[in-house]
């Protein structure tokens, strides 16, 4: 039999040095991304190329619009919005792509916005003509005496005698208007009315009347308004007022009615017993009118329910004796002190007498005193 021949393997190296040319293949080389460095200074390059042209773009923009001229004033308002021209602006005038602001305005860029010096001294010069006809018009509301309605030519001479004016110097389109602008103010915050002439007329409103209105005029129409509250307020506090010194002119008369009795019966005691130590020649009564006029001041003595209170407490007091006695030929009303041996005059006794007396002594003296009273007056024991 013939022999086969035997096949030789393969080497394991040729493999893999055909694997590796495969893989060289589809993998792609490492140079082809950028690292990461590479990576950021990318975007950096990036960044700045767009500021760049985004600030072209603006530049370019802005100077190519302000190059723009203005479309004129006389064209149709729809052919004014072209890209050709710029829209005129209000109160403004163009002619030819250039612009001017009407008098009293001034340009600002593509606008023109007012003067505002022009502008400050119309509104003063309104503010001024207001008062004025206000004024004037509170008058006639308070007193019945001044100007109701002034006619607009009336004001229009009245303004260039103004303090104001005087500043503006000769330039005459400036004088004119600010007193057109003054005189716009004015017919907006006034009433206004054409007369029969044919002439118009400004009055100032009655709601801004009433803040031009002197205090006086004001107090008296407050106190017109109210009369009748006001009157019931004062009534009330006229009355509480009257009472509250009646109630007080009481109180003291009451106090000082006791202040006064107490000195009576003081004296009136002191007396009675002065007239015991001097062997019963003194009197023992005293007139009650010199009473009065001995202890009353002389501006006491006009009032006299101070001395009527002052003798119904007398009145009341059992240790007083009031009766009728002639004296010098005239009938005198005279109080006597009839209490003997009381504390207050055994202590008056005593300070009298300079506490030499003894007990018995003085027990001894009432006594005696007691006794001569009931032999002198027999008639007050007989019932």
């Known amino acids: 039999m013939p022999s086969t021949p035997k096949k030789r393997p393969k080497s394991k190296h040729n493999s893999y040095s055909k694997n590796s040319s495969l893989n060289s293949i589809l993998e792609p080389p490492q140079s082809l991304f950028p690292s990461k460095g590479e990576f950021l200074r990318l975007i950096t390059v990036l960044a700045i190329a767009s500021a760049v042209a985004l600030s072209c773009n603006y530049f370019l923009t802005f100077f190519t619009s302000t190059s723009k001229p203005f479309c004129d004033s006389n064209l149709d308002p729809i052919d004014s919005f072209s890209d050709s021209c710029e829209p005129c602006p209000s109160n403004g005038e163009c002619y030819e792509g250039n612009l001017e602001c009407i008098y009293g305005y001034r340009r600002h860029g593509k606008l ?8 400050e001294t119309a509104k003063k010069l309104s503010e001024s003509v207001e008062a004025g006809l206000c004024e004037a018009y509170a008058q006639v509301l308070c ?13 229009w001479n009245d303004l260039d005698r103004h303090n104001l004016m005087q500043n503006v110097g000769s330039d005459h389109t400036t ?24 002439l118009q007329e400004f009055k100032c409103p009655d709601a801004l009347a009433e803040h031009y209105k002197p205090l006086t005029c004001r107090f008296r129409e407050l106190v ?23 109630v007080r002119q009481r109180m003291y008369i009451s106090a000082r009615a006791e202040e006064l009795y107490n000195q009576v019966c003081e004296m009136l005691e002191e007396n009675a017993l002065r007239s015991k130590n001097v ?8 007139v009650a009118s010199w009473l ?20 119904d407490l007398v009145q009341d007091d059992s240790r007083v004796d009031r009766y009728p006695k002639l004296v010098k030929g005239e009938s005198k009303v005279v109080w006597e002190w009839q209490v003997e041996g009381s504390l207050s005059s055994s202590g008056r006794r005593k300070k009298g007498e300079g506490i030499e007396l003894k007990s018995n002594e003085s027990i001894n003296t009432n006594i005696n005193q007691s006794s001569r009273t009931l032999k002198t007056e027999p008639k007050a024991l007989i019932f």
């Not at 007193?143 to 004001?155: A, F, L, P």
């Open 143 to 155: 007193y019945g005496t001044g100007t109701v309605w002034v006619r607009e030519n009336d004001i």
């Open 279 to 286: 062997d019963g020649e003194g009197e023992s009564w005293v």
């Open 175 to 198: 004088y004119v208007y600010m007193k057109r602008r003054a005189m716009e103010t004015i017919a907006k915050l006034l009433e206004t009315r054409t007369n029969l002439h044919g």
């Open 224 to 246: 017109s308004k109210h009369s009748l509250i006001i009157m019931s307020i004062c009534a009330g506090l006229i009355g509480c007022a009257v009472l509250f010194l009646k």
């Open 292 to 311: 009065r006029d001995h202890l009353l001041l002389p501006r006491e003595r006009k009032d006299p329910q101070l001395w009527k209170k002052v003798e």
């Open 112 to 119: 023109c916005i007012e003067d505002r010096d022009i502008d």
